[in-house]
C-alpha cells in the first residue's frame, strides 16, 4: 500500500470502529505482533482501548530495518498519562522470528 499510515494497529482500530459504530472501544483489547509505534499507541489511546498484547518491541523493529521513532509505548502512556494496559513479551521469540521471515521475502521494503 502507498497508505504510510496503514498499520495494523489502525486498520484494526478502523474495522472495529465500523463494527460497533463507535469510537469509544473501551471494552476492546488488541493483540499485535510488535509494540505499537507512537501513532498507533495514540490511537489506541483515544479509542479507549483497554490492553494491548504484544510481542517484538520497537527496538526489534529497527533492527529489522524499519524507520522506527525508538519512543518505547510504555513511555508514552506515561508521559501522557493513559490507561492503556500494556502487556509485553507475548511469544516475543515467534514475534521476532516473522521479521526474519519479512527480512527474507523478495518485496520487503524497508523504510
Not at 483489547?29 to 483515544?46: F, G, K, N, S
Not at 498484547?53 to 533492527?63: K, M, N, S, V
Not at 522506527?68 to 508521559?79: D, K, Q, T, V, Y
Request: charged share 20%; glycine share 4%.
Amino acid at each position: 500500500t502507498t497508505d504510510i499510515t496503514a498499520h495494523a494497529e489502525i486498520n484494526a482500530l478502523r474495522a472495529a470502529c465500523l463494527e460497533m459504530g463507535d469510537i469509544v472501544l473501551n471494552r476492546c483489547v488488541v493483540a499485535t505482533t510488535c509494540e505499537p509505534c507512537p501513532m498507533c499507541m495514540a490511537a489506541l489511546h483515544w479509542a479507549r482501548v483497554e490492553v494491548v498484547y504484544y510481542g517484538a518491541t520497537i527496538e526489534d523493529a529497527q533492527q529489522a530495518g524499519f524507520n522506527e521513532l525508538r519512543l518505547p509505548a510504555r513511555e508514552l502512556l506515561r508521559l501522557g498519562g493513559s490507561p492503556v494496559t500494556l502487556v509485553p513479551d507475548v511469544l516475543a521469540n515467534e514475534c521476532r522470528a516473522l521479521f526474519q521471515l519479512w527480512q527474507q521475502h523478495p518485496l520487503a521494503r524497508r523504510y
